[in-house]
């Protein structure tokens, strides 16, 4: 290594520590041991360094992913809070566009709720009525999920810093509108060849995938990087996430949104 | 396995569940395959009737994969339903009427005509007039929850309560209703009911063959539990457990504070 990172703080011999991982397709070791015990701002700080560097090369910010909504991931964690991560442009997939096994590291899958926002939220602690009024309309989405950490070794702070283990996303076609289905009592299938492999409902994502975003946005006004108009939310998932397997196609439902596809390369 | 012996063995089980004591095992002491322990659930549910009770239905079990994987089998599991376990919505019941009781989250469906001969999946629709939230409380009457396949079926598949909520019309697609079970208000377990064979409806085809085999059938006005939707949670005191599914309404019973 050069003299140049020899002064490098452990956020940012973290943040280099996972670009790295990233550009070279390896999985590193956790960085929580080089950061400060469940320090929180410190492994966002890890986060930001990246993302700056992503939005300096040129990627697109379109939105945001919210992280560890289900009370059962946030016990395994030992968490009592969600977090977030970044979604830029090169992430998304179209419904059904084959994906090729290499784009992700150790990929999950998910579904979830997509919120697209018609405003930004500028306000300080925006509430409930601010995010509902913001949002413009609805889809069905698949999260791939992966981490650049080894085997998935990770607590919150790696995840975090990890930009919460985004990978890819899927949204669905159907645009639909929040009056058009029950955000609490929706039901979530996901199928792999007909199997049923995951279900859930709206109200497993923080009881309502509408006070992830609330939280969400909330916590972008703190740390100053506002929701805004146009941005893709993925709120979390409805229901247990699920390893993927190369070749086949999993197909998520939810109630009143319709359905949405991701297909994986053989190999 | 004669006479005497089923008599003995669906005696034990029933004593064990009038007088709330765990029982060791059957199958640790008696031989007994899948067929021959039906018959002694026929024969426990016999010892019910001839007492007074009624069967109102019947309740379906291993319907997850998981579930199923989980015990190292690969068909569903059929009860009975009897009138005394029948519990209304909204009630509150006294826990100590069970041994180590656990609650789960079920759809109910009511039939209008009788199935005895094998259906397909239109000709269960056709003969269901009504579907309903409901909780169904699980009971083993063996000690610890411990037991094989034959020891459960023996025991009328651990069924021991029931709570169905409002009969309503079929909706249009029940294939994946959100299913929400609270705990004093607090969510729980979330499911759909694609959890239940991909669509609740497959549970009662399989229903049918299975009383078909074990000499019964289902008959018009008697309900039927389609399965779990979620694992069962310990029942305990001073709960209120409900349930909520998409487009159905919601059911829920409350457990006595322990004395």
Not at chain 1, 121 to 135: F, G, H, K, N
Not at chain 1, 207 to 235: K, Y
Not at chain 2, 32 to 60: C, P, W
Not at chain 2, 129 to 140: N, R
Request: aromatic fraction near 4%; proline fraction near 4%; charge should be negative.
């Amino acid at each position: 290594m050069s003299d140049s990172f020899i002064n490098e703080t452990a956020v940012e011999s973290a943040a280099r520590k996972l670009y790295v991982a990233t550009e070279q397709r390896k999985p590193c070791s956790p960085v929580r041991d080089e950061l400060p015990e469940l320090d929180l701002d410190a492994a966002y700080a890890v986060q930001e360094i990246n993302t700056i560097k992503a939005l300096e090369s040129g990627r697109r910010l379109v939105g945001r992913k919210i992280g560890l909504t289900s009370k059962v991931v946030q016990a395994q964690l030992g968490v009592d809070q969600p977090d977030f991560g970044m979604l830029f442009a090169d992430m998304a997939i179209a419904d059904g566009e084959m994906i090729s096994m290499d784009r992700v590291q150790q990929p999950k899958i998910e579904a979830e709720v997509a919120f697209i926002l018609s405003r930004d939220l500028l306000m300080d602690e925006p509430t409930t009525a601010d995010v509902i009024s913001a949002i413009d309309y609805v889809l069905p989405a698949l999260e791939i999920v992966g981490s650049r950490i080894k085997d998935w070794d990770i607590n919150i702070v790696d995840t975090i810093a990890d930009n919460a283990s985004s990978g890819l996303f899927v949204l669905g076609n159907q645009k639909r509108s929040l009056a058009d289905f029950d955000s609490r009592l929706c039901g979530m299938s996901m199928e792999v060849q007909g199997e049923v492999v995951s279900t859930g409902a709206g109200a497993a994502c923080l009881g309502n995938p509408i006070n992830a975003v609330t939280w969400l946005a909330r916590e972008m006004a703190l740390r100053n990087r506002h929701l805004r108009a146009g941005d893709i939310i993925l709120s979390g998932a409805l229901g247990p996430m699920v390893k993927v397997e190369a070749g086949q196609t999993y197909t998520a439902r939810i109630s009143g949104l319709g359905s949405v596809r991701a297909s994986f390369s053989a190999v | 396995m004669n006479n005497l012996m089923i008599e003995q063995l669906s005696r034990n089980l029933d004593i064990a569940a009038t007088e709330r004591v765990a029982i060791t095992q059957l199958s640790l002491e008696h031989n007994f395959d899948e067929q021959q322990a039906y018959i002694i659930q026929n024969a426990l549910i016999q010892h019910r009737v001839d007492r007074g009770d009624s069967i109102t239905g019947v309740k379906m079990g291993f319907t997850s994969r998981e579930k199923a994987e989980q015990m190292g089998v690969f068909d569903r599991i059929l009860g009975r339903l009897t009138q005394s376990m029948a519990i209304n919505d909204g009630q509150v019941i006294d826990p100590g009427r069970f041994i180590h009781p656990r609650i789960e989250p079920e759809i109910a469906f009511r039939l209008s005509r009788s199935l005895t001969r094998n259906c397909d999946l239109s000709e269960v629709m056709m003969a269901v007039d009504g579907i309903a939230p409901a909780l169904e409380i699980i009971d083993s009457r063996y000690k610890n929850f411990k037991f094989s396949l034959a020891d459960v079926l023996a025991d009328n598949c651990s069924s021991s309560g029931y709570i169905i909520g409002q009969f309503i019309e079929l909706p249009a697609n029940i294939a994946n209703l959100g299913m929400v079970m609270s705990v004093n208000g607090v969510p729980h377990s979330c499911a759909s009911s694609a959890a239940i064979m991909g669509h609740p409806g497959r549970s009662i085809i399989d229903a049918v063959r299975l009383a078909l085999a074990n000499g019964h059938s289902l008959q018009a006005g008697q309900v039927l539990l389609a399965g779990a939707a979620t694992p069962a949670i310990p029942l305990e005191p001073g709960m209120h457990v409900s349930l909520e599914i998409e487009s159905l309404g919601s059911v829920s019973v409350t457990t006595s504070a322990a004395k």
